[in-house]
């Protein structure tokens, strides 16, 4: 089946000379608003540049919308059901751990911690699900009771740790109503949904503050040393000084918390003699985050500390690809999730996940994915873009891996097919005007969830985001420079 394809919100093309007035306008609009990220070429503390940004919203079938806005609070209770489960963690992660040294390192520092004796329980999930509608629908038209070019959204994965674009997510929203606007068309704005990620993300910081009851307590933000996705760090810690001025948050690498930090008897983090009551990973996500054990020590301090992680180490572990996959599996559902209804919307999400182990199953899936590797994607145990591999390089790696462990490291997902959509891409740096393209879109849905293994706080859904990138393209991630904000346009289909 072809790709399908979406109608854009107005007509297209736009006239040359106003689509270079409109997108001249939206760059300065973009630089004055925070719709930014540091050069990586030219790095510069003291400069931005734009983000790359769709010039109009994308269409996204109201439906649809409403279904991942209405499933988030049941995703985010199903992941913290799963980072508690130790059981289901061993057994899930296993064969993985033997080949993955990153994965490996992670699940060390979780056993310490158990065997230690957990000082901290309550944890907080700042969770984003990534979904993407799949055209490809396996129905006849006489069997779908509305045929449309589109089936139903597939979940991509579920990111539990430095889950961004709280702040560039509802800030795309804006600099595209401020285009339509300038097109004459703002009477369409209604059909864009509000979008408060920002504050509900921080929300959750606040409330897990609140929790840890200690009025001199500070907060720490753990990031890269070299930080390019400034504004929608920043915006996060300007939200949290608004709301509460009370709330001092200091921003460190794992490094710094290495060396200005320490246990106090009382088992707090303290930093300049205040003890840290929440500490959100902004970074940490990936192998290359920790560069020396100095790095390994400070992330087991902060575990072994009192404060309230975001994401404690239990929860990074369970938004791995390999628990994704699991999770995906016959009956695997139901221990976490009563049968029913709910159950079952939760399993119509799911692609086709595979497990690449050396059994039976791994076989089958390695057979499937080399007689048609176009048909899907392999991932890896990471986050933050860039590592999956697609097309051609799935079939090398699968044969450079197939009698090798190495593979257990992997899981293979079925590429999902998202219909197409014209629109403009404006990048920093590029040609003004820019082209007509397609495009497909990725659809993220943040959720706030505070509790420990027997209560849970708060659990709700607080915004969305949405990422675009060129039809040709394989990976979507801003930060990476591979994909562009994004904002939805919502249709009755």
Not at 128 to 154: G, N
Not at 227 to 252: G, T
Not at 275 to 293: F, H, K, L, M
Request: charged share 25%; aromatic share 8%.
């Amino acid at each position: 089946m072809s790709q399908s394809r979406l109608a854009s919100c107005i007509p297209l093309p736009i006239d040359n000379k106003l689509l270079i007035s409109v997108v001249e306008k939206a760059k300065d609009w973009a630089l004055m608003h925070g719709v930014g990220m540091r050069d990586k070429k030219h790095f510069s503390k003291d400069s931005i540049q734009i983000a790359p940004f769709v010039l109009l919203p994308s269409p996204f079938p109201r439906t649809e919308f409403t279904k991942a806005i209405e499933l988030q609070p049941v995703l985010n209770e199903l992941m913290h059901k799963v980072a508690h489960n130790d059981e289901f963690l061993e057994k899930t992660l296993q064969n993985a751990l033997q080949v993955d040294d990153f994965t490996a390192k992670l699940y060390d520092v979780w056993l310490k911690v158990r065997e230690e004796g957990i000082t901290q329980p309550i944890s907080l999930g700042m969770l984003r699900s990534d979904i993407m509608l799949e055209s490809r629908c396996p129905h006849t038209e006489s069997q779908c009771a509305k045929h449309t070019p589109y089936c139903s959204w597939k979940q991509v994965e579920i990111n539990s740790i430095a889950s961004g674009f709280g702040h560039l997510g509802p800030v795309s929203r804006e600099i595209q109503s401020y285009v339509m606007r300038q097109l004459g068309h703002g009477e369409l704005i209604k059909n864009m949904p509000e979008n408060r990620a920002l504050s509900g993300l921080c929300s959750g910081i606040i409330e897990a503050y609140d929790l840890f009851a200690v009025p001199s307590a500070v907060v720490i933000f753990v990031v890269e040393e070299v930080s390019y996705n400034i504004c929608d760090q920043r915006f996060h810690e300007f939200e949290i000084s608004e709301k509460r001025p009370d709330i001092m948050i200091y921003r460190k690498t794992l490094g710094e918390i290495y060396e200005e930090t320490e246990l106090n008897d009382k088992k707090q983090l303290i930093l300049d003699g205040q003890p840290v009551a929440v500490v959100y990973y902004r970074s940490g996500y990936e192998p290359d985050q920790y560069p020396s054990t100095k790095e390994w020590d400070a992330r087991l301090r902060v575990e072994r500390s009192s404060a309230i992680k975001c994401p404690s180490i239990h929860y990074q572990l369970a938004g791995t690809k390999k628990v994704q996959q699991a999770l995906a599996a016959p009956g695997v559902l139901e221990t976490f999730m009563s049968e029913g209804a709910v159950t079952s919307r939760v399993r119509d999400i799911f692609t086709g996940l595979y497990s690449l182990d050396f059994d039976e199953g791994g076989e089958r899936a390695v057979e499937m994915a080399l007689a048609d590797a176009e048909k899907f994607v392999l991932k890896p145990q990471r986050e933050g873009g860039g590592n999956n591999l697609y097309g051609a390089d799935v079939r090398e790696a699968l044969l450079r891996m197939r009698h090798s462990r190495e593979r257990a490291a992997y899981i293979l997902m079925e590429r999902i097919l998202p219909p197409l959509v014209s629109g403009y891409v404006v990048r920093p740096g590029a040609a003004v005007p820019p082209p007509l393209s397609d495009l497909v879109s990725e659809l993220g849905i943040f959720g706030v969830i505070i509790g420990n293994k027997d209560k849970i706080y708060c659990n709700r859904q607080v915004g969305h985001m949405l990422r675009t990138k060129l039809a040709d393209a394989n990976e979507g991630g801003v930060a990476a420079g591979l994909g562009a904000l994004d904002s939805p346009y919502l249709l009755d289909l």
